[in-house]
């Protein structure tokens, strides 16, 4: 258990929907960062977050928005859904923002899109 | 811009036997190196990691890699594998100042008894 949560476990939905994805990342961990994992593009980063504030970008999609809220959790919001975005998203956490600290990833969020 | 290829898309192997899992990385600069394990149906975990210092880092559960920089390469070995390493590999490569890390694609290590 890497101590990073992440709600729902699955979630199934119709195209042209929008749906809200959410992660708690570890205690004491002030960067959270998504991405997208599919078959055929992937691990994918998406974006990252530091205490708060929007920290990287990563090739994420304008239909997809995220932030991170004061107690830390962090929600990612995909709408206008296409059958190409289900997939598995990932949060991970870890405890700065340097690039030398490593990433706890939740068990991620299985999206399939109908 | 930095990127990372994984050299195998899938690995099988014996139990008992030594495995490598190669990848190459470019980059300019100095980097970061990283490998994470992902079971079936789980989320990624760390094995090992380079930052600085000696050029072989040992890891969890048995593995090790070596940092090799003239090859730019970062290739992970396990002497020996069990069933239960059978899982996704992926390479990882981040620098200083570039705040996010970049992810091969990943290998399919597949141990076969």
């Known amino acids: 258990d890497s101590g990073v949560t992440q709600t729902p476990k699955h979630l199934i939905t119709a195209t042209g929907q929008r749906v809200t994805l959410r992660c708690s990342p570890r205690?004491?961990?002030?960067?959270v960062y998504w991405y997208q994992q599919s078959l055929d593009q992937g691990l994918q980063f998406l974006i990252q977050?530091?205490?708060?504030?929007?920290?990287a970008k990563g090739n994420i999609l304008e239909r997809f928005s995220a932030q991170q809220f004061p107690d830390l959790h962090s929600e990612l919001n995909l709408s206008s859904l296409e059958l190409g975005d289900s997939a598995l998203y990932f949060c991970?956490?870890?405890?700065?923002?340097?690039?030398?600290?490593?990433?706890?990833f939740g068990p991620g969020t299985r999206l399939t899109v109908t | 811009a930095q990127s990372v290829t994984q050299l195998d898309s899938q690995v099988p192997v014996f139990e008992e036997a030594p495995v490598e899992l190669r990848c190459n990385y470019s980059?300019?600069?100095?980097?970061?190196l990283f490998w994470y394990v992902q079971y079936p149906n789980q989320g990624l975990q760390l094995l090992l990691k380079?930052?600085?210092?000696?050029?072989l880092v040992k890891g969890i559960n048995g593995f090790e890699a070596e940092f090799n920089k003239s090859q730019t390469s970062f290739h992970l070995r396990k002497p020996s594998v069990h069933i239960s390493d059978t899982a996704e590999y992926f390479c990882?490569?981040?620098?200083?100042?570039?705040?996010?890390?970049?992810f091969g694609a990943g290998t399919r290590l597949f141990v076969k008894a």
């Open positions: 991970a956490s870890s405890v700065g923002t340097s690039e030398h600290y490593e990433q706890y």
């Open positions: 205690s004491g961990d002030l960067s």
């Open positions: 977050y530091y205490n708060g504030e929007e920290r």
């Open positions: 980059s300019s600069v100095s980097v970061y």
């Open positions: 380079y930052l600085s210092g000696s050029t």
């Open positions: 990882a490569v981040s620098k200083s100042g570039g705040f996010k890390t970049i």
